[in-house]
């Protein structure tokens, strides 16, 4: 079950069927039923739907705010995510995507009050592309993301390596599961 990319950033990890059909059926229900809103980065929205819980990165004050709590139906998925990520590995914040056909995210790197990153795909695959520069020149690679599948993101590929998706052929929706950085601190005696 567990495949590690044959070339591609440090610290990215891939598995494939991480939830059963069934369970994704569930999450896109759940997810469609929520009261998803168009990404705000400050005065500019982004085409994909959104929900966020535990916390809320507002791009205006550049802070990071509480939200929603993690709601209920989530919990299974998520001991199963912490199982994955290993010892003290604790899920602070989730966040909820619905991608339309022709949307997609470009190019960043998540904000860094967050350590850890995993996604879970749902319903539909996606290019999961990296990117770094060497000074001159983009060093590339891309992901295949299948539906059901788990990225987790640590190391280089979460603090060196930008990410994006390009527009996808068909509706998506992922749902990220984000450790936070001062409890990983606190974690480490720091
Ligand atoms: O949909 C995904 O798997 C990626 C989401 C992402 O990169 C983000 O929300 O920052």
Avoid at 168 to 182: K, L, Q
Wanted: aromatic content about 14%.
């Amino acid at each position: 079950m567990f495949e590690r990319p044959t070339a591609g950033p440090e610290g990215l990890q891939y598995v494939s069927d991480f939830i059963s059909a069934d369970v994704e059926r569930e999450l896109i229900a759940r997810i469609r039923a929520l009261p998803l809103q168009p990404f705000q980065f400050g005065q500019f929205e982004g085409k994909r739907r959104v929900a966020w819980f535990g916390y809320q990165y507002n791009y205006l004050s550049r802070r990071l705010e509480q939200a929603d709590p993690i709601p209920s139906w989530l919990t299974g998925v998520i001991a199963d995510v912490e199982a994955f990520g290993g010892p003290s590995t604790e899920i602070g914040q989730v966040l909820c995507t619905e991608y339309d056909m022709g949307v997609g995210i470009g190019w960043h790197r998540d904000k860094p009050h967050f350590d850890r990153v995993f996604g879970l795909s749902l319903g539909s695959p996606c290019k999961f592309r990296f990117r770094k520069s060497d000074g001159s020149a983009w060093e590339r690679f891309t992901l295949d993301a299948e539906p059901r599948s788990l990225y987790m993101l640590s190391g280089a590929s979460r603090r060196v390596w930008e990410h994006s998706i390009p527009a996808v052929e068909a509706p998506r929706y992922s749902i990220t599961f984000r450790t936070m950085i001062e409890r990983a601190s606190r974690a480490a005696g720091q």
